[in-house]
């Protein structure tokens, strides 16, 4: 998830793009750089690693002055973070920015690597500069028919915005799966990943499509499909205040980053399932196969939120991959003396890749022989460089403090990692692991249909939201969902939760039970189903309210405040039923009036012990 803008028109731009980036900085942070027509035929480019401020101190020292540019802002998924990974990319007089993955880039920087293109950076958007410099120079046609013929050679998703030295005056743009947003201004054009980039010059904007493109100019704005039909499309106004745009329209990130989340599991997962092999493709995943083969256990560390992922993980690999596993949390580990040793794969779980007890069991464990994966959001961060392999998730950056996307993209890679091991194992047949990888790919279209029960749970959360404690309990892989959906509540409502594996009720928290005791059951159709009923009517019989999470056409749940995700397979069950949780403490906190997107006492990088 990067930011790009661009803009055509009559004003020295550099300033101008620079202030659209700083209203897109919550999309990427790492880099940012600006491509700029400084004279007829000529693009000067100027980037930066770090914050915009170092991009602000770079164009002081070499400043860029024209009317036609485009800008960036980066969150690396391909390439660490380093001036030279940062856009825009540059090939002949062709500069190029892009936010999204290009799924077959391996392939492409081979192709063009052995027709004698160097490349100066790990990115897969450098591929794309390449690309087009390679189709303008043919002459066949004008710019845009040379861009599309240079992205029908791309897979996966884009935004990019394009300038040419050779077609002065002149900004493409195009898009698949990652969005694009033009303004129209009056003798102007610009572009921008989102509304906020723009607001200061315009309110009008037009919503490119996926297989879409458009050349902007000063005074026209031509959009086409990729393949070339003309589009005719009205812009639309926008009436959004800066605050609102910033956040999507939505009244918080955290809203917003929990309606992300199908986005946030597509880019997670693209790229790196075959499912007519059923299998992971390996270059993605940190562990090869033959690494696979000798593991003798797998030890999770995690911090919070990223140890419920790693619990689902847990379960996973013990049942698809067969191999002993556990999870433990990192202050655990580095107050204990644990044993680690060679056979051992430590996957150290962190959104933030920093979290400073998940690093230092990392670096407890390598010294004692074990190898290291981490599975980190940033790129780049301690952990993953601490580690011996890394398994990124792309959920982009977060910025609620209380995990969401994060959270069930983190599912997704640590279920991807499971079927990998399974199947290097010979743990998993290759039908079981299509079944998942099929199940896994309908996810965010699942994840929409729950995100449609939003305002039933506002309701709900109108009637629980005076509720003192709260009692969370799931079975299997609805066990730390349980504990997640507890996490979720204490942290932003501020309401005593406990989450706790069902069949442990009776053994203690039982006792807590009565009326004034909402209690939230984890009941989907799965093979635990039946005995999580059972727990169901024991705190039913004991007058406590319930609300239950069921899967869509469940009739036998009654008397139960019943939120219905869609069925899926189970095993792909942790990343649906979480929704209703995440939004039941969003809507509990927001009726109470709290700081959803920073509560009080939290930091979203515990970099302390
Ligand atoms: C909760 C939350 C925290 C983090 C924890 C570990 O919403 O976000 O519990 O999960 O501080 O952080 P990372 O994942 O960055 O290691």
């Known amino acids: 998830m990067c930011g790009i803008v661009g803009y055509v028109g009559d004003k020295d731009c550099a300033s ?3 202030e659209g980036l700083r209203k897109l900085e919550y999309r990427g942070y790492d880099s940012a750089g600006l491509a700029v027509e400084t004279s007829a035929g000529k693009v000067g480019v100027v980037r930066a690693v770090g914050k915009l401020a170092n991009l602000d101190a770079a164009l002081a020292k070499t400043p860029l002055s024209g009317k036609t540019g485009i800008g960036h802002t980066r969150w690396a998924t391909h390439g ?15 500069a190029v920015v892009h936010n999204g993955i290009i799924e077959n880039h391996v392939e492409l920087r081979r192709g063009l690597e052995a027709a004698g293109v160097k490349f100066t950076s790990d990115t897969d958007t450098e591929i794309v500069a390449h690309l087009v ?65 723009l607001l200061a010059h315009t309110r009008d904007v037009i919503f490119l499509e996926d297989g879409e493109m458009a050349v902007l100019e000063k005074k026209s704005a031509t959009l086409s499909t990729l393949d070339g039909k003309p589009i005719t499309r009205a812009p639309k106004r926008i009436d959004w205040s800066p605050a609102q745009a910033e956040k999507g329209g939505f009244k918080h990130f955290m809203l917003k980053e929990i309606f992300e989340q199908p986005r946030a599991i597509e880019d997670t997962l693209r790229g790196r399932i075959d499912v007519t092999a059923g299998e992971i493709v390996e270059e993605e995943i940190g562990v090869t196969a033959t690494l696979a083969k000798k593991i003798a256990r797998v030890y999770f560390v995690a911090c919070g939120t990223s140890s419920h992922a790693a619990i689902a993980g847990r379960y996973w ?87 969401t ?79 997640e959906g507890a996490l979720k509540l204490k942290e932003i ?15 203690g928290p039982i006792a807590l039970i009565d009326e004034e005791m909402p209690v939230v059951v984890v009941a989907p159709r799965d093979a635990h189903y039946e005995k999580t009923m059972s727990n169901l009517h024991e705190v039913r019989a004991r007058e406590a309210q319930v609300i ?32 209703p949780l995440q939004l039941l403490s969003y809507f509990i906190a927001d009726i109470k009036g709290t700081d959803v997107d920073q509560p009080r006492n939290l930091a979203k990088t515990v970099t302390v012990e």
Request: hydrophobic fraction near 50%.
């Open 16 to 18: 101008l793009l620079v």
């Open 80 to 94: 660490r973070p380093s001036e030279a990974n940062a856009h825009p990319h540059v090939a002949g007089n062709v």
């Open 133 to 197: 410099h390679e189709e303008m120079g043919k002459k066949q046609g004008d710019f845009a028919s040379s861009v599309r013929r240079a992205l029908a050679r791309l897979r996966g998703a884009y935004a990019i915005a394009i300038v040419c030295g050779d077609v002065p005056e002149t900004i493409l743009v195009a898009k698949n799966a990652s969005p694009l947003v033009i303004g129209i201004g009056d003798g102007e054009m610009m572009a921008a990943s989102d509304i906020p980039a």
């Open 317 to 403: 690999v013990e049942q698809l991959a067969r191999i002993p596993a556990t999870v433990e949390i990192g202050s655990e580990v580095r107050t204990r003396e644990p044993v680690f040793g060679p056979g051992d794969l430590v996957v150290a779980v962190s959104q933030s890749g920093e979290t400073a007890d998940t690093l230092a069991a990392v670096r407890t464990a390598k010294a004692m022989g074990a190898h290291i994966l981490a599975v980190a959001n940033v790129l780049d961060s301690a952990i993953p460089r601490a580690s011996d392999g890394a398994l990124y998730t792309h959920a982009g950056p977060e910025i609620g403090v209380a995990s």
């Open 405 to 483: 996307k994060c959270f069930t993209a983190q599912l997704a890679a640590l279920l991807m990692l499971a079927v990998h091991l399974g199947r290097a194992r010979g743990a998993l047949s290759k039908e079981e692991a299509r079944r998942i990888l099929d199940a896994l790919l309908a996810v965010p279209h699942a994840m929409r249909d729950a995100l449609e029960e939003a305002e039933h749970v506002k309701n709900l959360a109108r009637k629980y939201a005076r509720a003192r404690d709260m009692l969370f309990l799931g079975r299997g892989t609805g066990f730390p969902i349980a504990l």
């Open 493 to 507: 409502s501020y309401i005593h939760a406990e989450g706790y594996a069902a069949g442990e009720m009776k053994h």
């Open 548 to 579: 239950a999470v069921v899967s869509e056409g469940d009739k036998d749940v009654v008397g139960v405040d019943a939120i219905r995700v869609p069925v899926v397979e189970p095993e792909v069950l942790p990343l649906v039923t979480v929704i």
